[in-house]
């Protein structure tokens, strides 16, 4: 549901408030026993319409939600039922997850060769000329056992074996894709500065 949607579900609303604000207070005298039932009715009504009124605020957050992310898909990438966007101000490691945390996503997390390729081929392309970008893999939790950004176990690896890669120590927890290697990974030190890629979940 687009824009329209959303101005339809506002109307629908003011609608459903109007009506609530026609109801009979709650704070008249009841003289007979009649009326009381009566106001009991409309106290239902009330709360019926109340319930009502707040499944649609749910509804039109939930589409701003989509909206937002149709913006970065446009903006970005949309493959494998993801959107993947590039970051163009290199940061560290956890400033760069933060930041893609922040905008509802987490930094790209390839599944498979052909994700790593897509996303190898983007940054390519919207970042002509730069080397490298961090991904959501890491061993920060347990040296040697690399997992996810929300700290899953991953199954799939593209580690720059030329290059001895994961070259290991404590020092070098952090994951990041080698334009220069053909997508390769690589473990780095995650205070160092570098571009990253965001990406988000369709849902």
């Known amino acids: ?19 609530g604000n026609s109801l009979p207070s709650r704070t008249r005298k009841a003289a007979p026993a009649r009326q009381t039932v009566s106001n009991g009715d409309a106290a239902a009504r009330e709360d019926d319409i109340k319930s009502q009124i707040n499944k649609l605020w749910l509804e039109v957050n939930s589409l701003k939600e989509m909206q937002a992310l149709q913006t970065v898909c446009l903006r970005g ?7 993947y966007m590039a970051m163009e101000e290199p940061k ?3 400033e ?4 893609c945390i922040a905008q509802g996503g987490t ?5 498979d060769l052909h994700e790593n390729n897509d996303l190898r081929d983007y940054a390519r392309r919207v970042s ?33 074996r030329s290059k001895k890669q ?18 390769k990974w690589h473990d780095e030190v995650c205070r160092g500065l ?6 988000y979940l369709i849902p």
């Open 92 to 94: 560290h490691y956890h």
């Open 128 to 160: 002509p000329g730069s080397k490298e970008f961090w991904i959501g893999v890491t061993d920060i939790v347990k040296e040697g056992q690399y997992v996810d950004i929300n700290s899953m176990p991953i199954s799939y690896f593209n580690w720059d």
């Open 1 to 19: 549901m687009g824009r329209p949607g959303l101005v339809f579900l506002l109307v629908l609303i003011s609608v459903l408030l109007h009506k």
């Open 166 to 183: 994961p070259t290991g120590g404590k020092r070098e927890s952090c994951v990041a894709l080698s334009l220069a290697a053909q997508g």
């Open 77 to 83: 990438i949309k493959t494998h039922k993801k959107c």
């Open 107 to 111: 930094l790209a997390i390839p599944r």
């Open 96 to 99: 760069a997850n933060e930041d």
């Open 194 to 199: 570098k571009k990253y890629i965001c990406e």
